[in-house]
T-cell receptor, first 114, second 115 residues
Framework: AQSVTQLDSHVSVSEGTPVLLRCNYS??????LFWYVQHPNKGLQLLLK??????LVKGINGFEAEFKKSETSFHLTKPSAHMSDAAEYFC????????????FGSGTRLLVRP | NAGVTQTPKFRILKIGQSMTLQCAQD?????MYWYRQDPGMGLKLIYY???????DKGEVPNGYNVSRSTTEDFPLRLELAAPSQTSVYFC??????????????FGPGTRLTVT
């Protein structure tokens, strides 16, 4: 069965420093992978997606993620954090039997210190 | 496009009451979903629909019902509300993109409290 594990429940960085949010997935096939962001009291917004094309995926707001099949990882990075990046981030994998169903990680809360 | 809209934004229910959460999308997406998000947790799928007239259970369907009479609307019905249904509810819709992926578009959520 497919699953996704976000390795850190909270990450705290200083403004202007790099961001790394870690995600490992478990799947017996090549899934679609997504990162979504949720700002406080808001809905979820798609940051980026991987769909078996380029392994380095660029998203909105300067975020990118690299698909590493050998490590079953899909970590999210950004070179320089901004205060507006403070939010909850979800790593998501598509289902095997029904790729239109998504499986969500438990989320990583990113705190950005001034 | 308004995208995915949900009403109401907030609601307080007494135990045993019923209500319907409304969801509509104007993107002509075939697929629609209802999730619940409990504090500090990810999203759990309640019900989903692959098209008008077709619905199926997700991971946590107990205590809920859905219908899909049109492509645009996907209401979620809570019967006999219980405190365990206190949560934030998100509706989403999706389509199959050219890459074969189904990226989902989310509504702003309904915050429900059952007391």
């Amino acid at each position: 069965a497919q699953s996704v594990t976000q390795l850190d429940s909270h990450v705290s960085v200083s403004e202007g420093t790099p961001v790394l949010l870690r995600c490992n997935y478990s799947s017996s096939y090549s899934p679609s992978l997504f990162w979504y962001v949720q700002h406080p009291n808001k809905g979820l917004q798609l940051l980026l997606k991987y769909t078996s094309a380029a392994t380095l995926v660029k998203g909105i707001n300067g975020f990118e993620a690299e698909f590493k099949k050998s490590e079953t990882s899909f970590h999210l990075t950004k070179p320089s954090a901004h205060m507006s990046d403070a939010a909850e981030y979800f790593c998501v994998v598509s289902g095997m039997d029904s790729s239109y169903k998504l499986i969500f990680g438990s989320g990583t809360r990113l705190l950005v210190r001034p | 496009n308004a995208g995915v809209t949900q009403t109401p934004k907030f609601r307080i229910l007494k135990i045993g009451q019923s209500m319907t959460l409304q969801c509509a999308q104007d993107m002509n997406h075939n697929y629609m979903y209802w999730y619940r998000q409990d504090p500090g947790m990810g999203l759990k799928l309640i019900y989903y629909s692959v098209g008008a007239g077709i619905t199926d259970k997700g991971e946590v369907p107990n205590g809920y019902n859905v219908s899909r009479s049109t492509t645009e609307d996907f209401p979620l019905r809570l019967e006999l509300a219980a405190p365990s249904q206190t949560s934030v509810y998100f509706c989403a819709s999706s389509y199959m993109s050219g890459t074969g992926a189904y990226e989902q578009y989310f509504g702003p959520g309904t915050r429900l409290t059952v007391t």
